[in-house]
């Protein structure tokens, strides 16, 4: 019997390293199985069966029976005769609790086993990767890349296989089974077939955790990247910031001679990548945002957390960017939408760059409460008035009767304004007047 349990301690060990699981997980799975397996095979499913697994390696299983005067359930019931058979003191209500014979285990009940066993293993092995990977969530790993299909790789991380769809690799770059990559872990998911992971070399966060890596002061936190946009394959742009007056944040990412950047381009396949200093100041961070141009002005719309921006002449090409990208990466970047203007284009359109800010939808808000007020006004009045013109007729016929000198004096009195305003405007005009 000590050759057997040797035997099956050593196979014990080895499924443990093979699978590097947890060494009580695969205990708990392996007595879960035992039990299922003797309840199944001989003590009745609704029989309460009990599996340990000494030190030594020595299995022992338990069965428990409740001691009662009327047997409703032979699985886990004793009658009290039943009971004294096995020993005298026991009384009703007592728990009869027996050591079976493992020998007794026969074949069929050995298959069943580790048929279970193997389906615990399984979910232990789901469990545990699950857990390893979502912790490695937003991260980079190192991996190798497996298999390269049209529309897929799949790149190996450890333990399993990663999806990198042809959408989460850079444009251009060619992948090689057997080849070493970075990648970074964008979705951990855990399915009924297991743990699905997704990876992708184009996520801003690969630029991001990429930096972290090459410069020091990133991972210290000394330096922090505030934002980062970027189209892979061709252009990057990162916000860094640092409160400490004696560091230069880009200095720090640019690194000696350009080394720091630079490893970061080579990963990136040949990507470019601008590297500007972030600004609570929306007109500061928008400036460099639109780097390597030079803004002349720019003008907020907090309402609409817009920007109009005004570049020299010869700058506008720069600051737009080819097919648009300069604009389209600042945009990302600063979370403000950006026209960029050339300084002949604000002339020509006779932009006032020192015009007050006006809050549009405010000022039609407070148009219509005015509206609204003055129709009830007038409806105020026009029910003040309807009340009170019959006893205004009176007096008037009382105190004047037919004297017509009464109608020549009322035409003389002056109007309540001024007639000039009934006379038609012409509002064209008037616009024409206040644009020039």
Known sequence: MAKKDKGYKSALENLIEDKGLDSAIVIEALTEALAKSYKKNYSGAESIVDCKIDDDGKIRIFTTHYVVDDVNDEDFEYSIEEAQEIDPKYQVGDEVVEEADISEFGRLAA??????????????????????????????????????????????????????????????????????????????????????????????????????????????????????????????????????????PIGACVGPKGNRVRNVVEELNGEMIDIIEWSEDPVTFISHALSPAKVERVKLNHSKNSALVVVPDDQLSLAIGKRGQNARLAVKLTNWKIDIKSVSEILEEGIDLDAPEVDMELLEKMKKSMEEHEADEEKESIILTLDADENEEDKVEEDFGDDESFDDEDDSEEPDHDPKYDEDIDYDQYDEYYED
């Open 111 to 248: 298959i069943q086993t580790k048929q279970l066993l193997r389906q615990k293993i399984r979910e232990a092995e789901k469990e545990a990767l699950y857990n390893e990977y979502i912790n490695k969530l937003d991260e980079i790993i190192n991996g190798t890349v497996d298999r390269v299909e049209e529309r897929f790789a799949i790149i190996n991380i450890g333990k399993t296989g990663a999806l990198l769809s042809s959408k989460d690799q850079i444009p251009g770059e060619t992948l090689v089974e057997g080849e070493h990559v970075k990648v970074y872990v964008s979705e951990v998911e855990r399915t009924t077939k297991g743990t699905h992971i997704s990876v992708s070399r184009t996520h801003e966060g690969l630029v991001k955790r990429l930096f972290e890596m090459e410069v020091p002061e990133i991972f210290e936190g000394t330096v922090e990247i505030k934002s980062v946009s970027r189209e892979a394959g061709e252009r990057s742009k990162i916000a860094v910031y640092t409160a400490n007056p004696d560091v230069d």
